[in-house]
């Protein structure tokens, strides 16, 4: 029976958050990762474009979740009130992926390549809410300055988080937005 | 007559500028930029650690007139202003900079090994606040928080600078202050 491909594509992100964690980034190849997945390297690259995408699978659902929640928010709702909801509907992700993601932190913080690589994911999540916020009618440029506000927020919530529960996620977005305004 | 070091570092960072722009970064030896200064390789490696680092002069002194700014503010001050009051304190090496940071900006623009360095740099210099705010009794992540809002808020002021007068970046400055604050 063949295996799906969320299947395949789940066991390529496990296979290769092994290995990176093993015998570090750069000394493994996407055949590693593939032989240790069971898949071919088509397979591979039929799911991600290089050997740096692997570790970065679910930014897109998680851009489509906030992007969204900006797009459905109140049109009265004040720009960082409306990043503080759209952070708040991407809970459920950060919960279900809060073992991958700090594997995958450890692989970053030991390989200068792929901070580059999540510093642009980052950079491209803030540009993606800045267009989101500037579809609502903020100008552009104010668009992007509440983007940088609400993602510096969320970093502050998202690193006094223990990982364990959703409502405690809930409490910190909703406490670091009402810091960053306590700060000026 | 020997050339002072202050003007032999001059020197080679507009050798660096113009090569970098006439044939691009990567096509550009640091032994070109010194023969264009008139200096040996050597008299630039006793001022630049490496290629891209020449593009980056005036950054120790820039963190250095911010984190200054920071200290010798009044103890009651909210974070935010006296961030405020620090990007304010260095509006004159913006002043003098303006045509050096135009010139960089789009060699650095071509050139995705440089964008790379000056994400570090921003990040440094986030760091760099949030450590002298640090020292000023705020809890570390709430420094932090804070250096991200301010340079996002200073990045905002910087992006509509006509890069004509002090007073003009100085009133965009506490515009972006006053507009971060309206946000939320």
New interface residues.
């Given amino acids: 029976m063949p295996r799906s491909g969320a299947d395949a594509r789940r066991r390529l992100r496990e296979a290769a958050l092994d290995l990176y964690r093993e015998h570090g980034y750069d000394a493994t190849t996407t055949a590693q990762i593939a032989e240790r997945a069971g898949v071919t390297e088509r397979t591979y690259f039929r799911h991600f474009a290089d050997k740096r995408e692997v570790l970065f699978d679910g930014e897109d659902d998680l851009r489509t979740v906030l992007v969204d929640a900006v797009a459905a928010a109140p049109p009265e709702l004040?720009?960082?009130?409306v990043l503080t909801r759209a952070f708040t509907a991407a809970v459920p992700l950060f919960v279900a992926g809060r073992s991958v993601a700090e594997r995958r932190q450890e692989i970053i913080v030991a390989t200068p390549a792929l901070q580059?690589r999540a510093?642009a994911k980052s950079a491209a999540l803030t540009e993606a809410l800045a267009t989101a916020l500037a579809a609502r009618g903020l100008p552009r440029?104010?668009a992007?300055?509440?983007g940088?506000?609400g993602m510096?927020?969320f970093?502050?919530a998202l690193?006094?988080w223990d990982g364990r529960s959703a409502s405690e996620l809930e409490r910190l977005i909703a406490e670091?937005?009402a810091?960053?305004?306590s700060?000026?």
Avoid: N, T, Y
């Avoid at 004040?78 to 009130?81: G, I, N, V």
């Fill in positions: 004040p720009p960082l009130a580059e510093h440029p104010s992007l300055l509440a940088r506000i510096a927020s970093g502050h690193g006094s670091s937005a810091e960053a305004r700060l000026g």
